[in-house]
T-cell receptor
Framework: EDKVVQSPLSLVVHEGDTVTLNCSYE??????LLWYKQEKKAPTFLFML????IEKKSGRLSSILDKKELFSILNITATQTGDSAVYLC???????????FGKGITLSVRP | IAGITQAPTSQILAAGRRMTLRCTQD?????MYWYRQDLGLGLRLIHY???????GKGEVPDGYSVSRANTDDFPLTLASAVPSQTSVYFC????????????FGEGSRLTVL
């Protein structure tokens, strides 16, 4: 059974801190890994990773994939209160592009 | 504005009632999905459709049915709602050529009493 595990489940930081969110996976026929940010409503797309070792970056957010060790990290530097959200990791696998989500990481950034 | 529209935004209904959640997309995506999101359990796939005319069961399909008569619409029906189906439901779509990136609707909050 395909599995995606995110850690920690939740964390609280102060503005300006740097955080690292983890996502490990066990799937058959890996195709890609996706990160989403979910605030009050719909998840919004952040990154898609398909190759090991290539960092994707968008402003203060960056992410990297390790296909040998089967994990990805999402880094947020100089956190702001607007970064408070649930961060979801999902893995696409198999010939039919099955998508398996982790349970999400709740990040709270305090002023 | 292109995207996915879900209706209703929220609904309270009595147990035993039939309910259909509507989902329409205008991006001409082949694949569409229904997820439910519950605290501590994350997003779980209920049903999916890879293309118009076909549907498949996800992780938690019991008590739900879907249809995909055309590319744009993917309604989710609860034939006889039960309290355990209280949840937030998200419809999503993807362009199958883009390796899985999903576009989500705004969600439908359903409370079954």
């Amino acid at each position: 059974e395909d599995k995606v595990v995110q850690s920690p489940l939740s964390l609280v930081v102060h503005e300006g801190d740097t955080v690292t969110l983890n996502c490990s996976y066990e799937v058959t026929n890996f195709r890609s890994l996706l990160w989403y940010k979910q605030e009050k409503k719909a998840p919004t797309f952040l990154f898609m990773l398909t190759s090991s070792g290539i960092e994707k970056k968008s402003g203060r957010l960056s992410s990297i994939l390790d296909k040998k060790e089967l994990f990805s990290i999402l880094n947020i530097t100089a956190t702001q209160t607007g970064d408070s959200a649930v961060y979801l990791c999902a893995v696409v696998s198999g010939a039919n592009s099955k998508l398996t989500f982790g349970k999400g990481i709740t990040l709270s950034v305090r002023p | 504005i292109a995207g996915i529209t879900q209706a209703p935004t929220s609904q309270i209904l009595a147990a035993g009632r039939r309910m259909t959640l509507r989902c329409t997309q205008d991006m001409r995506h082949n694949a569409m999905y229904w997820y439910r999101q519950d605290l501590g359990l994350g997003l779980r796939l209920i049903h999916y459709s890879n293309t118009a005319g076909t549907t498949g069961k996800g992780e938690v399909p019991d008590g739900y049915s879907v249809s995909r008569a055309n590319t744009d619409d993917f309604p989710l029906t609860l034939a006889s709602a039960v309290p355990s189906q209280t949840s937030v439901y998200f419809c999503a779509s993807s362009d199958s050529d883009r390796t899985g990136e999903l576009f989500f609707g705004e969600g439908s909050r359903l409370t079954v009493l």
